[in-house]
T-cell receptor, first 114, second 116 residues
Framework: DTGVSQNPRHKITKRGQNVTFRCDPI?????LYWYRQTLGQGPEFLTY????????KSRLLSDRFSAERPKGSFSTLEIQRTEQGDSAMYLC????????????FGPGTRLLVL | AQSVSQHNHHVILSEAASLELGCNYS??????LFWYVQYPGQHLQLLLK??????LVKGIKGFEAEFIKSKFSFNLRKPSVQWSDTAEYFC??????????????FGTGTRLQVTL
């Protein structure tokens, strides 16, 4: 399978704990996005990487959220001191060449904060 | 910031019925428009997209959409739905970020249920 992969697929944690999610984009896609989707809503943009540089962050991304893409390939999204409101599906998408704007999505990581 | 409106939240159709799902966006400039589909238990998949040219675009599985600039609309259509079309459908529009990149702004989605 050469699509976008995300791990873990499901995560249950207690409030106050830290969690980290991983996204592996399609090989050679240099742009990577994180979105969050809550029940009954469409995905909402969180942050964007071009290669290893994080170029845009949404106001939705509080100080407890941090994302990295250290070698310009896979990316991690960490949430510190989780809150119940962080419960959502976290989606990753990647895009290939410039001006090819189609984003390919991974299966997501569903987070439940108890 | 852009916004996308999908007015039909839940649609129930019988097999072979025709489908039209509405999508309106707020931005008046050049846009790229998308419809994504999410089948039960699966990830978001691209159904079709409009970048430029013919405003009537055809996608996978017999779906099509028409871009009407004057109405800021990009409605999704299918002449005859199948039970396997049961899914959630999301309209999205790109919004430019710095440089040449963009992000997607999604509507809230329409849940389509096709009955036998």
């Amino acid at each position: 399978d050469t699509g976008v992969s995300q791990n873990p697929r499901h995560k249950i944690t207690k409030r106050g704990q830290n969690v980290t999610f991983r996204c592996d984009p399609i090989s050679e896609h240099n742009r990577l996005y994180w979105y969050r989707q809550t029940l009954g809503q469409g995905p909402e943009f969180l942050t964007y990487f071009q290669n290893e540089a994080q170029l845009e962050k949404s106001r939705l991304l509080s100080d407890r959220f941090s994302a990295e893409r250290p070698k310009g390939s896979f990316s991690t999204l960490e949430i510190q001191r989780t809150e119940q409101g962080d419960s959502a599906m976290y989606l990753c998408a990647s895009v290939g060449a410039v001006f090819q704007e189609t984003q390919y999505f991974g299966p997501g990581t569903r987070l439940l904060v108890l | 910031a852009q916004s996308v409106s999908q007015h039909n939240h839940h649609v129930i159709l019988s097999e072979a019925a025709s489908l039209e799902l509405g999508c309106n966006y707020s931005y008046g400039g050049t846009v790229n428009l998308f419809w994504y589909v999410q089948y039960p238990g699966q990830h978001l998949q691209l159904l079709l997209k409009y970048f430029s040219g013919d405003p009537l675009v055809k996608g996978i599985k017999g779906f099509e959409a028409e871009f009407i600039k004057s109405k800021f609309s990009f409605n999704l259509r299918k002449p005859s739905v199948q039970w396997s079309d049961t899914a959630e459908y999301f309209c999205a529009v790109n919004e430019l970020l710095a440089g040449t990149a963009s992000k997607l702004t999604f509507g809230t989605g329409t849940r389509l249920q096709v009955t036998l």
